[in-house]
C-alpha cells in the first residue's frame, strides 16, 4: 500500500475527539481491504479481526484529532472557541481552518489583535485562546444559519508536504499516522495464516477522556495489547531522553508497561532487524496504553511510538519509512506468536 497517500486521506477527514463518525467510516474501508470483520462499538470506535484461536492480540492507534470547539457568536459573525484536546493557543494566530457547520463545512481563518493596535504590555503577552476569533467572512445571520455553538472547528486540510529523507509533514500525524500503520500490518499479515487472533482497533476520544480505550477492551477481551502512538522526535534544544532519532521506534519501560511482552517484541525486532530504543516512563504514558492496562483485572500491555517533530501543530513531521517499520514490527510480533502456540502464555508468566 502507498503509506502517504492513505495518510493524506486520513488526514482530510475530519474527527475532533468526541466527533469521530467521519474519520471512523473511512478507516472502516480502509480495514474491510484486508478483512470482512470490521465492527463499530456503542461509543464509536472500530476495530476489525483478523486470525482466530488464542491469544488475542489487540493492536490500538487513536483516531481523534486535536481541535477546537464553538462556544460563541459574536455580534459581527465571528466565533470563539474552546480547546478540544492539547492545544497551544501560541500556535494558532494565522491558522487556516473549517468550522464542521451544520450541513457544510466552512473555511474560515483565526485572528487576533494585531501588533500595532496592541499596549505595550500585550506586547510582551502570549496569545490566549480567550484574545482570538475565528473569522469565516459571514455576517452574523448567515453564519447563525450555518454554524452552531458547540460545532467543531479543525486545522485546513492540505496534502501533506514532502520532505527530504522521506519525512513529511502535517497535521494530525498523531494519530493517524499510527492508524496507517495499523492498516500496512494488516496487508503485510492478510498474505499469512494467522493460528491467533488479531484485532486492530481505532480508537475514540484519547486526546480528551481516552474512553476509547476504557471500553474496546471489554468488547475485545485480549490476552495482550499494543498501544501505538506518537513520541517526540529529536529537535535543536531536545535530545535524550525526551526525544528519539527520526528513524527510531521506541517502546516503553515503566509502570504503563509488561516487561514480558516488552521482551517478545523486542525479540521480534532483532528477528525482523527492526531498530527498537527504550523510552522510559515511571507513570502513565499519555496514551492509550493506560487506560488498556488496568481494565479487566489487568491486560499485559506495551507501548510502540514513531518519533514525530513538533507534536500538536499543523506541522507534524515524521518519516513514512518508520510508520512502515512499525508495521513490520507489529507482523513479525503477531507470526511469532502465531507459531509457538499455546507457549505464549508461559512467555507472558512474570512469576519465573
Given at each position: 500500500m502507498d503509506i502517504l497517500n492513505a495518510i493524506s486521506e486520513l488526514i482530510k477527514a475530519d474527527g475532533v475527539s468526541g466527533h469521530e463518525h467521519n474519520v471512523a467510516q473511512l478507516i472502516k474501508e480502509y480495514f474491510r481491504k484486508y478483512t470482512d470483520m470490521v465492527y463499530e462499538d456503542k461509543l464509536g470506535s472500530v476495530y476489525a479481526k483478523m486470525g482466530s484461536g488464542s491469544p488475542v492480540i489487540m493492536i490500538m492507534a487513536h483516531m481523534d484529532e486535536i481541535g477546537m470547539i464553538v462556544t460563541k457568536i459574536e455580534d459581527n459573525g465571528m466565533l470563539r472557541m474552546h480547546k478540544v484536546g492539547g492545544i497551544d493557543p501560541r500556535v494558532l494566530p494565522g491558522s487556516e481552518v473549517v468550522v464542521v457547520g451544520k450541513n457544510e463545512k466552512i473555511k474560515g481563518i483565526i485572528g487576533a489583535l494585531p501588533p500595532h493596535l496592541q499596549t505595550a504590555e500585550d506586547k510582551n503577552?502570549?496569545?490566549?485562546?480567550?484574545?482570538?476569533?475565528?473569522?469565516?467572512?459571514?455576517?452574523?445571520?448567515?453564519?447563525?444559519?450555518?454554524?452552531?455553538?458547540?460545532?467543531?472547528?479543525t486545522f485546513d486540510t492540505v496534502e501533506p508536504l514532502k520532505l527530504s529523507n522521506n519525512l513529511v509533514s502535517s497535521k494530525t500525524l498523531d494519530d493517524r499516522s499510527h492508524v496507517v500503520a495499523m492498516f500496512r500490518a494488516m496487508e503485510i499479515l492478510?498474505?499469512?495464516?494467522?493460528?491467533?487472533?488479531?484485532?486492530?482497533?481505532?480508537?475514540?476520544?484519547?486526546?480528551?477522556?481516552?474512553?476509547?480505550?476504557?471500553?474496546?477492551?471489554?468488547?475485545?477481551?485480549?490476552?495482550?495489547?499494543?498501544?501505538?502512538?506518537?513520541?517526540?522526535?529529536?529537535?535543536?534544544?531536545?535530545?535524550?531522553?525526551?526525544?528519539?532519532?527520526?528513524?527510531?521506534?521506541?517502546?516503553?519501560?515503566?509502570?504503563?508497561?509488561?516487561?514480558?511482552?516488552?521482551?517478545?517484541?523486542?525479540n521480534s525486532a532483532d528477528e525482523a532487524n527492526i531498530k527498537l530504543a527504550i523510552e522510559v516512563c515511571m507513570g502513565r504514558s499519555g496514551t492509550d496504553g493506560w487506560g488498556i492496562q488496568v481494565l479487566r483485572g489487568g491486560i499485559p500491555t506495551a507501548i510502540l511510538s514513531v518519533p514525530v517533530r513538533y507534536m500538536h501543530t499543523t506541522v507534524e513531521t515524521l518519516s513514512t519509512d518508520t510508520i512502515n517499520e512499525l508495521a513490520r514490527l507489529i507482523a513479525q510480533f503477531a507470526m511469532d506468536i502465531s507459531d509457538i502456540g499455546d507457549k505464549w502464555e508461559e512467555k507472558l508468566c512474570l512469576d519465573d
Open positions: 503577552k502570549a496569545y490566549m485562546l480567550d484574545d482570538l476569533v475565528v473569522d469565516t467572512g459571514l455576517s452574523y445571520d448567515t453564519v447563525c444559519k450555518k454554524i452552531r455553538i458547540g460545532d467543531t472547528i492478510s498474505k499469512v495464516k494467522l493460528n491467533c487472533t488479531l484485532v486492530f482497533c481505532a480508537s475514540r476520544d484519547e486526546e480528551t477522556t481516552g474512553t476509547g480505550a476504557r471500553t474496546l477492551p471489554y468488547t475485545v477481551n485480549p490476552d495482550m495489547a499494543i498501544a501505538i502512538d506518537v513520541t517526540h522526535g529529536k529537535t535543536p534544544g531536545v535530545g535524550e531522553p525526551d526525544a528519539f532519532e527520526m528513524d527510531e521506534i521506541s517502546i516503553i519501560y515503566g509502570a504503563n508497561a509488561h516487561p514480558k511482552l516488552n521482551e517478545m517484541i523486542e
